[in-house]
Protein backbone atom coordinates (compact mmCIF):
# COMPACT_ATOMS: atom_id res chain seq x y z
CA UNK A 1 0.00 0.00 0.00
CA UNK A 2 1.56 3.44 -1.15
CA UNK A 3 1.42 6.10 0.77
CA UNK A 4 -1.37 8.26 -1.54
CA UNK A 5 -3.70 5.08 -0.62
CA UNK A 6 -3.17 5.31 3.01
CA UNK A 7 -3.96 9.37 2.54
CA UNK A 8 -6.76 8.67 0.67
CA UNK A 9 -8.05 6.05 3.67
CA UNK A 10 -7.20 8.14 6.33
CA UNK A 11 -9.35 11.24 4.62
CA UNK A 12 -12.49 9.13 4.31
CA UNK A 13 -12.41 8.06 8.43
CA UNK A 14 -12.35 11.62 8.80
CA UNK A 15 -15.40 12.39 6.80
CA UNK A 16 -17.35 9.53 7.71
CA UNK A 17 -16.13 10.17 11.57
CA UNK A 18 -17.69 13.83 10.83
CA UNK A 19 -20.48 12.73 9.31
CA UNK A 20 -21.17 10.24 12.21
CA UNK A 21 -20.78 13.27 14.52
CA UNK A 22 -23.25 15.19 12.94
CA UNK A 23 -25.81 12.25 13.64
CA UNK A 24 -24.58 11.66 16.96
CA UNK A 25 -25.71 15.31 17.56
CA UNK A 26 -28.89 14.67 15.79
CA UNK A 27 -29.80 12.16 17.85
CA UNK A 28 -28.76 13.91 21.32
CA UNK A 29 -30.49 16.84 19.84
CA UNK A 30 -33.45 15.42 19.10
CA UNK A 31 -33.63 12.85 22.62
CA UNK A 32 -32.84 16.10 24.58
CA UNK A 33 -35.25 18.64 23.07
CA UNK A 34 -38.10 16.12 22.48
CA UNK A 35 -37.99 15.38 26.55
CA UNK A 36 -37.97 18.40 26.65
CA UNK A 37 -41.07 19.09 24.56
CA UNK A 38 -42.79 16.25 26.23
CA UNK A 39 -42.24 17.69 29.70
CA UNK A 40 -43.49 21.29 28.34
CA UNK A 41 -46.89 18.86 26.67
CA UNK A 42 -47.51 17.61 29.37
CA UNK A 43 -47.40 20.87 31.57
CA UNK A 44 -49.71 22.22 28.94
CA UNK A 45 -52.08 19.95 28.40
CA UNK A 46 -52.73 19.77 31.90
CA UNK A 47 -52.73 24.05 31.86
CA UNK A 48 -55.34 23.77 29.09
CA UNK A 49 -57.39 20.79 30.43
CA UNK A 50 -57.97 23.12 34.10
CA UNK A 51 -58.82 25.98 31.47
CA UNK A 52 -61.24 24.44 30.07
CA UNK A 53 -62.91 22.94 33.32
CA UNK A 54 -62.68 26.60 34.91
CA UNK A 55 -63.94 28.18 32.14
CA UNK A 56 -67.09 25.64 32.45
CA UNK A 57 -67.85 26.18 35.84
CA UNK A 58 -67.56 29.77 35.36
CA UNK A 59 -70.14 30.05 32.62
CA UNK A 60 -72.96 30.31 34.61
CA UNK A 61 -72.53 33.66 35.69
CA UNK A 62 -74.40 36.37 34.13
CA UNK A 63 -77.80 37.13 33.10
CA UNK A 64 -77.19 36.38 29.37
CA UNK A 65 -74.73 34.60 26.86
CA UNK A 66 -72.52 37.46 26.27
CA UNK A 67 -71.61 37.56 29.96
CA UNK A 68 -71.45 34.36 30.49
CA UNK A 69 -68.91 33.39 27.38
CA UNK A 70 -67.27 37.02 28.94
CA UNK A 71 -66.36 35.16 32.41
CA UNK A 72 -65.63 31.63 30.83
CA UNK A 73 -63.23 33.27 29.26
CA UNK A 74 -61.52 35.15 32.39
CA UNK A 75 -61.63 32.21 33.97
CA UNK A 76 -59.86 30.09 31.81
CA UNK A 77 -57.09 32.58 31.28
CA UNK A 78 -56.80 32.90 35.03
CA UNK A 79 -56.50 29.05 35.75
CA UNK A 80 -53.98 28.57 32.55
CA UNK A 81 -51.82 31.14 33.72
CA UNK A 82 -52.02 29.80 37.47
CA UNK A 83 -51.27 26.21 36.04
CA UNK A 84 -48.53 26.82 33.26
CA UNK A 85 -45.98 29.03 35.32
CA UNK A 86 -44.03 31.95 33.30
CA UNK A 87 -40.86 30.99 31.24
CA UNK A 88 -41.59 26.99 32.79
CA UNK A 89 -38.33 25.29 31.15
CA UNK A 90 -37.46 28.37 29.09
CA UNK A 91 -40.83 28.39 27.15
CA UNK A 92 -43.47 30.80 26.27
CA UNK A 93 -47.28 29.82 26.46
CA UNK A 94 -50.61 31.25 26.22
CA UNK A 95 -54.40 30.51 25.22
CA UNK A 96 -54.92 31.11 21.52
CA UNK A 97 -58.87 30.70 21.98
CA UNK A 98 -61.86 30.23 24.18
CA UNK A 99 -65.14 29.32 22.51
CA UNK A 100 -67.87 29.20 24.43
CA UNK A 101 -70.46 27.15 22.77
CA UNK A 102 -74.48 27.17 23.52
CA UNK A 103 -76.21 24.71 22.18
CA UNK A 104 -79.78 25.00 21.36
CA UNK A 105 -82.00 24.85 24.53
CA UNK A 106 -84.01 21.43 24.15
CA UNK A 107 -80.00 20.26 24.74
CA UNK A 108 -79.42 22.99 27.34
CA UNK A 109 -75.73 21.91 27.50
CA UNK A 110 -72.69 24.48 27.21
CA UNK A 111 -69.13 23.26 25.89
CA UNK A 112 -66.12 25.44 26.28
CA UNK A 113 -62.87 24.72 24.29
CA UNK A 114 -59.71 26.28 24.94
CA UNK A 115 -57.11 26.03 22.57
CA UNK A 116 -53.58 26.75 23.52
CA UNK A 117 -49.75 27.53 22.31
CA UNK A 118 -46.23 27.25 23.84
CA UNK A 119 -42.95 27.55 21.90
CA UNK A 120 -39.20 27.16 23.36
CA UNK A 121 -35.84 27.61 21.91
CA UNK A 122 -34.22 24.21 20.92
CA UNK A 123 -30.65 23.60 21.87
CA UNK A 124 -28.90 20.38 19.28
CA UNK A 125 -31.90 20.64 16.69
CA UNK A 126 -30.20 23.85 15.26
CA UNK A 127 -28.05 21.43 13.60
CA UNK A 128 -30.53 20.33 11.15
CA UNK A 129 -32.22 24.05 10.68
CA UNK A 130 -34.83 24.02 13.37
CA UNK A 131 -35.09 26.66 15.91
CA UNK A 132 -37.56 26.64 17.62
CA UNK A 133 -40.60 23.61 19.32
CA UNK A 134 -43.70 24.70 18.63
CA UNK A 135 -46.38 22.82 20.98
CA UNK A 136 -50.25 22.70 20.48
CA UNK A 137 -52.73 21.52 23.21
CA UNK A 138 -56.46 21.55 23.14
CA UNK A 139 -58.98 21.09 25.73
CA UNK A 140 -63.07 20.99 25.48
CA UNK A 141 -65.71 20.52 29.05
CA UNK A 142 -69.06 20.43 28.04
CA UNK A 143 -71.50 21.38 31.43
CA UNK A 144 -74.79 19.20 30.92
CA UNK A 145 -78.29 21.22 32.06
CA UNK A 146 -79.66 20.39 35.51
CA UNK A 147 -83.17 20.48 36.69
CA UNK A 148 -83.23 21.19 40.58
CA UNK A 149 -85.55 22.00 42.96
CA UNK A 150 -84.07 23.67 45.85
CA UNK A 151 -86.31 23.11 49.21
CA UNK A 152 -85.49 25.53 52.29
CA UNK A 153 -86.86 25.01 56.19
CA UNK A 154 -88.13 28.23 57.23
CA UNK A 155 -89.09 27.42 60.64
CA UNK A 156 -88.91 29.19 63.49
CA UNK A 157 -86.14 27.88 65.16
CA UNK A 158 -83.86 29.15 62.03
CA UNK A 159 -84.91 32.97 63.58
CA UNK A 160 -81.16 33.45 64.95
CA UNK A 161 -79.76 32.79 61.80
CA UNK A 162 -81.94 34.10 59.27
CA UNK A 163 -79.85 36.62 57.74
CA UNK A 164 -77.02 33.58 57.18
CA UNK A 165 -79.21 31.41 55.41
CA UNK A 166 -80.60 33.76 53.28
CA UNK A 167 -77.22 35.14 52.43
CA UNK A 168 -75.52 32.20 51.82
CA UNK A 169 -78.93 30.45 49.79
CA UNK A 170 -79.28 33.33 47.57
CA UNK A 171 -75.21 32.68 46.78
CA UNK A 172 -76.00 28.94 46.12
CA UNK A 173 -78.89 29.62 43.41
CA UNK A 174 -76.83 32.51 41.97
CA UNK A 175 -74.09 29.50 41.12
CA UNK A 176 -76.13 28.06 38.30
CA UNK A 177 -76.98 29.26 34.71
CA UNK A 178 -79.71 31.13 34.38
CA UNK A 179 -80.06 30.60 30.72
CA UNK A 180 -79.82 26.53 30.73
CA UNK A 181 -80.93 25.50 34.28
CA UNK A 182 -84.20 25.30 35.48
CA UNK A 183 -84.62 25.95 39.02
CA UNK A 184 -87.50 25.62 40.68
CA UNK A 185 -87.62 27.38 44.72
CA UNK A 186 -89.53 25.82 47.38
CA UNK A 187 -89.78 26.75 51.49
CA UNK A 188 -91.78 24.97 54.57
CA UNK A 189 -92.89 25.52 58.11
CA UNK A 190 -96.49 24.04 58.78
CA UNK A 191 -97.16 24.00 54.86
CA UNK A 192 -94.73 24.33 51.95
CA UNK A 193 -95.21 26.98 49.23
CA UNK A 194 -93.77 27.01 45.55
CA UNK A 195 -92.22 30.46 45.27
CA UNK A 196 -90.99 30.08 41.90
CA UNK A 197 -92.62 26.97 39.65
CA UNK A 198 -89.60 25.22 37.38
CA UNK A 199 -90.02 25.94 33.81
CA UNK A 200 -91.37 22.93 31.57
CA UNK A 201 -91.59 22.38 28.07
CA UNK A 202 -88.06 22.89 25.93
CA UNK A 203 -87.82 26.24 27.39
CA UNK A 204 -84.86 26.56 30.11
CA UNK A 205 -83.36 29.14 32.43
CA UNK A 206 -84.49 30.74 35.42
CA UNK A 207 -84.95 34.18 36.89
CA UNK A 208 -82.21 34.43 38.49
CA UNK A 209 -82.88 37.86 39.77
CA UNK A 210 -86.30 37.06 40.80
CA UNK A 211 -85.27 34.01 43.19
CA UNK A 212 -82.30 35.98 45.01
CA UNK A 213 -85.49 38.62 45.65
CA UNK A 214 -87.67 35.61 46.99
CA UNK A 215 -85.10 34.27 48.89
CA UNK A 216 -84.43 37.76 50.78
CA UNK A 217 -87.72 37.85 51.93
CA UNK A 218 -88.89 34.38 53.45
CA UNK A 219 -89.90 34.85 57.27
CA UNK A 220 -88.93 32.11 59.95
CA UNK A 221 -91.89 30.63 61.60
CA UNK A 222 -93.87 27.49 62.87
CA UNK A 223 -93.18 23.98 62.25
CA UNK A 224 -91.17 21.42 60.29
CA UNK A 225 -93.03 20.14 57.87
CA UNK A 226 -90.15 18.30 55.39
CA UNK A 227 -92.85 16.22 54.26
CA UNK A 228 -94.28 18.78 52.07
CA UNK A 229 -91.64 20.55 50.97
CA UNK A 230 -90.17 17.21 49.15
CA UNK A 231 -93.14 16.44 48.16
CA UNK A 232 -93.58 19.73 46.06
CA UNK A 233 -90.03 19.20 45.18
CA UNK A 234 -90.37 16.03 43.50
CA UNK A 235 -93.51 17.27 41.98
CA UNK A 236 -91.92 20.29 40.32
CA UNK A 237 -88.93 18.36 39.06
CA UNK A 238 -91.93 15.66 37.31
CA UNK A 239 -93.65 18.29 36.09
CA UNK A 240 -90.54 18.62 33.07
CA UNK A 241 -91.65 15.99 30.78
CA UNK A 242 -88.95 13.06 30.23
CA UNK A 243 -88.31 14.49 26.51
CA UNK A 244 -87.31 17.59 28.06
CA UNK A 245 -85.88 16.85 31.35
CA UNK A 246 -82.24 17.69 31.84
CA UNK A 247 -79.45 15.47 32.25
CA UNK A 248 -79.10 15.99 35.85
CA UNK A 249 -82.37 16.46 38.36
CA UNK A 250 -81.67 17.17 41.76
CA UNK A 251 -83.18 17.94 45.03
CA UNK A 252 -81.62 19.79 47.45
CA UNK A 253 -82.86 19.91 51.15
CA UNK A 254 -81.77 21.98 54.11
CA UNK A 255 -83.32 22.05 57.03
CA UNK A 256 -81.99 22.28 61.27
CA UNK A 257 -84.43 19.67 62.66
CA UNK A 258 -86.40 16.57 62.33
CA UNK A 259 -89.94 16.70 60.54
CA UNK A 260 -92.32 16.90 63.35
CA UNK A 261 -95.73 17.40 61.00
CA UNK A 262 -98.24 15.63 58.51
CA UNK A 263 -100.53 16.50 55.85
CA UNK A 264 -103.33 14.22 55.06
CA UNK A 265 -107.44 13.89 54.88
CA UNK A 266 -107.59 13.05 58.75
CA UNK A 267 -110.70 12.43 60.31
CA UNK A 268 -112.51 14.48 62.15
CA UNK A 269 -115.66 14.42 64.63
CA UNK A 270 -119.67 14.94 62.54
CA UNK A 271 -119.81 18.03 64.38
CA UNK A 272 -116.93 19.64 63.61
CA UNK A 273 -118.01 20.28 59.71
CA UNK A 274 -114.03 19.49 58.83
CA UNK A 275 -113.55 17.55 55.89
CA UNK A 276 -110.79 19.27 54.10
CA UNK A 277 -107.13 18.40 54.04
CA UNK A 278 -104.27 19.72 56.22
CA UNK A 279 -101.38 20.01 58.12
CA UNK A 280 -101.34 18.05 61.59
CA UNK A 281 -98.12 19.71 64.01
CA UNK A 282 -96.47 18.62 67.02
CA UNK A 283 -93.29 19.14 68.74
CA UNK A 284 -90.39 17.60 68.93
CA UNK A 285 -89.43 17.52 72.34
CA UNK A 286 -90.81 13.84 73.85
CA UNK A 287 -91.08 15.43 77.87
CA UNK A 288 -93.95 17.66 76.35
CA UNK A 289 -95.84 15.29 74.28
CA UNK A 290 -98.25 18.29 73.15
CA UNK A 291 -101.60 18.04 71.69
CA UNK A 292 -101.40 18.15 67.83
CA UNK A 293 -102.25 21.54 66.24
CA UNK A 294 -103.55 22.48 63.42
CA UNK A 295 -105.38 22.20 60.96
CA UNK A 296 -103.14 24.18 58.62
CA UNK A 297 -103.28 24.63 55.35
CA UNK A 298 -101.23 22.54 53.22
CA UNK A 299 -100.18 24.93 51.11
CA UNK A 300 -99.49 28.11 52.97
CA UNK A 301 -96.53 27.94 55.38
CA UNK A 302 -98.51 29.94 57.96
CA UNK A 303 -102.40 29.74 57.62
CA UNK A 304 -104.75 27.53 59.11
CA UNK A 305 -107.51 26.06 57.39
CA UNK A 306 -111.07 27.93 57.54
CA UNK A 307 -114.24 27.29 59.07
CA UNK A 308 -114.59 24.19 62.00
CA UNK A 309 -110.91 22.67 60.94
CA UNK A 310 -108.69 25.69 61.98
CA UNK A 311 -108.07 25.10 65.77
CA UNK A 312 -105.04 24.97 66.61
CA UNK A 313 -104.03 24.05 70.10
CA UNK A 314 -107.90 22.72 70.85
CA UNK A 315 -107.45 20.44 66.87
CA UNK A 316 -107.48 17.30 69.60
CA UNK A 317 -110.61 17.74 71.11
CA UNK A 318 -112.68 17.54 67.00
CA UNK A 319 -110.63 14.66 65.59
CA UNK A 320 -111.61 11.09 66.33
CA UNK A 321 -110.39 9.23 68.14
CA UNK A 322 -108.22 7.41 64.98
CA UNK A 323 -107.18 10.20 62.89
CA UNK A 324 -104.78 8.93 60.58
CA UNK A 325 -105.53 7.77 56.92
CA UNK A 326 -104.28 4.50 55.75
CA UNK A 327 -102.47 6.63 52.91
CA UNK A 328 -100.60 9.40 52.23
CA UNK A 329 -103.84 11.47 50.61
CA UNK A 330 -103.18 15.04 50.85
CA UNK A 331 -103.12 16.10 47.10
CA UNK A 332 -105.55 13.56 46.25
CA UNK A 333 -108.22 11.59 48.37
CA UNK A 334 -107.57 8.45 46.46
CA UNK A 335 -104.06 8.51 46.59
CA UNK A 336 -102.16 5.35 47.47
CA UNK A 337 -98.44 5.72 46.27
CA UNK A 338 -97.22 5.95 50.38
CA UNK A 339 -98.77 4.17 52.88
CA UNK A 340 -98.93 6.12 56.40
CA UNK A 341 -100.50 3.21 58.62
CA UNK A 342 -98.25 0.35 59.05
CA UNK A 343 -95.51 2.07 56.65
CA UNK A 344 -92.66 1.31 58.23
CA UNK A 345 -89.70 1.60 59.15
CA UNK A 346 -91.01 2.57 62.27
CA UNK A 347 -94.01 1.81 63.56
CA UNK A 348 -97.52 3.86 62.83
CA UNK A 349 -100.96 3.57 64.41
CA UNK A 350 -103.89 5.29 63.61
CA UNK A 351 -104.05 5.61 67.02
CA UNK A 352 -104.51 10.00 68.11
CA UNK A 353 -106.74 9.28 71.26
CA UNK A 354 -104.26 10.59 73.62
CA UNK A 355 -101.57 13.61 73.37
CA UNK A 356 -99.22 10.99 73.74
CA UNK A 357 -100.17 8.25 71.16
CA UNK A 358 -101.20 11.00 68.50
CA UNK A 359 -97.45 12.74 69.21
CA UNK A 360 -96.06 8.87 68.31
CA UNK A 361 -97.61 8.57 65.79
CA UNK A 362 -97.75 11.48 63.94
CA UNK A 363 -93.82 12.19 64.37
CA UNK A 364 -93.44 8.54 62.92
CA UNK A 365 -95.49 9.15 59.96
CA UNK A 366 -94.05 12.08 58.91
CA UNK A 367 -90.63 10.63 59.51
CA UNK A 368 -91.41 7.44 57.42
CA UNK A 369 -93.28 10.18 54.66
CA UNK A 370 -89.72 11.99 54.17
CA UNK A 371 -87.35 8.74 53.67
CA UNK A 372 -90.47 7.36 51.72
CA UNK A 373 -90.69 10.65 49.24
CA UNK A 374 -86.71 10.53 48.77
CA UNK A 375 -86.31 7.18 47.93
CA UNK A 376 -89.19 7.38 45.39
CA UNK A 377 -87.39 10.46 43.77
CA UNK A 378 -84.08 8.47 43.44
CA UNK A 379 -86.01 5.55 41.73
CA UNK A 380 -86.77 7.88 39.12
CA UNK A 381 -83.26 9.05 38.84
CA UNK A 382 -83.77 12.12 40.73
CA UNK A 383 -80.31 12.95 42.86
CA UNK A 384 -80.87 14.17 46.75
CA UNK A 385 -78.67 16.43 48.58
CA UNK A 386 -79.41 17.47 51.94
CA UNK A 387 -77.99 19.94 54.10
CA UNK A 388 -78.48 19.91 57.91
CA UNK A 389 -78.04 22.67 60.18
CA UNK A 390 -77.04 22.85 64.04
CA UNK A 391 -76.14 20.44 66.74
CA UNK A 392 -79.70 19.45 67.39
CA UNK A 393 -79.48 17.28 64.37
CA UNK A 394 -77.28 14.75 66.03
CA UNK A 395 -79.04 14.46 69.10
CA UNK A 396 -81.37 11.78 69.56
CA UNK A 397 -85.16 13.91 69.96
CA UNK A 398 -88.98 12.53 69.29
CA UNK A 399 -90.69 9.50 70.59
CA UNK A 400 -88.11 7.03 70.46
CA UNK A 401 -84.88 8.96 71.67
CA UNK A 402 -82.54 6.33 69.99
CA UNK A 403 -79.33 7.25 68.55
CA UNK A 404 -80.06 5.65 64.76
CA UNK A 405 -83.28 8.30 64.97
CA UNK A 406 -81.11 11.13 64.60
CA UNK A 407 -82.42 14.21 62.35
CA UNK A 408 -78.90 13.29 60.97
CA UNK A 409 -79.29 9.98 59.96
CA UNK A 410 -82.70 10.95 58.64
CA UNK A 411 -81.00 13.55 56.14
CA UNK A 412 -78.25 11.06 55.17
CA UNK A 413 -80.76 8.18 54.26
CA UNK A 414 -83.17 10.83 52.07
CA UNK A 415 -79.51 11.70 50.44
CA UNK A 416 -78.36 7.66 49.81
CA UNK A 417 -75.20 8.37 51.40
CA UNK A 418 -72.22 5.90 51.67
CA UNK A 419 -72.64 6.26 55.59
CA UNK A 420 -76.19 6.13 55.94
CA UNK A 421 -78.14 3.51 58.15
CA UNK A 422 -77.26 -0.43 56.59
CA UNK A 423 -81.42 -0.46 56.35
CA UNK A 424 -81.08 2.90 53.87
CA UNK A 425 -77.88 1.99 51.60
CA UNK A 426 -79.93 -1.71 51.11
CA UNK A 427 -83.20 0.20 50.17
CA UNK A 428 -80.63 2.22 48.16
CA UNK A 429 -78.41 -0.07 46.92
CA UNK A 430 -79.55 0.81 42.94
CA UNK A 431 -80.16 4.66 43.32
CA UNK A 432 -78.46 7.71 42.81
CA UNK A 433 -76.22 8.41 45.45
CA UNK A 434 -76.23 12.10 47.25
CA UNK A 435 -74.07 14.32 49.28
CA UNK A 436 -75.38 15.19 53.28
CA UNK A 437 -73.40 17.96 54.47
CA UNK A 438 -73.70 19.14 58.29
CA UNK A 439 -72.98 22.80 59.34
CA UNK A 440 -72.64 22.79 63.25
CA UNK A 441 -72.89 26.67 62.99
CA UNK A 442 -74.07 29.46 60.70
CA UNK A 443 -70.11 29.55 59.90
CA UNK A 444 -69.82 26.46 58.62
CA UNK A 445 -72.74 26.99 56.02
CA UNK A 446 -70.87 28.90 53.34
CA UNK A 447 -68.85 26.27 52.98
CA UNK A 448 -71.51 23.54 53.30
CA UNK A 449 -73.51 25.17 50.19
CA UNK A 450 -69.96 25.79 48.31
CA UNK A 451 -69.49 21.93 48.53
CA UNK A 452 -72.92 20.92 47.72
CA UNK A 453 -72.73 23.02 44.28
CA UNK A 454 -69.24 21.64 43.89
CA UNK A 455 -70.73 17.92 43.89
CA UNK A 456 -73.54 19.03 41.43
CA UNK A 457 -71.46 20.53 38.90
CA UNK A 458 -68.80 17.63 39.55
CA UNK A 459 -71.87 15.53 38.51
CA UNK A 460 -72.83 17.47 35.02
CA UNK A 461 -69.29 16.87 33.55
Given at each position: ???????????????????????????????????????????????????????????????????????????????????????????????????????????????????????????????????????????????????????????SSLV?????????????????????????????????????????????GFDK?????????????????????????????????????????????????????????????????????????????????????????????????????????????????????????????????????????????????????????????????????????????????????????????????SSDD????????????????????????????????????????????????????????
Open positions: MNKFTRKAQGGQVFIILALSLVVLVGALGLAVDSGLGYLIKARLNAAVDAAAVAGARAVVHGDNEAEQRQQAETAARNFFAANYPAGYLGSTAGITGTQVEFNSPARGQITVKVQAHANTAVSFMRVFGFNTLDIEATAHTTRRDIDMAFVMDTSPVAAEIRQHAATFMSGFSSSTDRMSLIHFSNGAEVDEPIRTGPMRRRIVQQIAGLQFKGATNSVEGLWHARQQLNRVTAPDRSSLRVIVLFSDGTPNSLASVFKFQPWANCTASGVISTTDDVLMREAPRGLWDQDRTQELVGGGCGQNRNLASILTPNALPDWYNAHGINDREFPIVGGGPRLVQNDTSTPERAFVNINHAARNMVEALAARARAEGIHVFTLGLGPLLQQAIGPELTGENIMKCMANTPDALPRCRAAGADQPVGVYCHARTADDLQPCFANMRAEILRITR
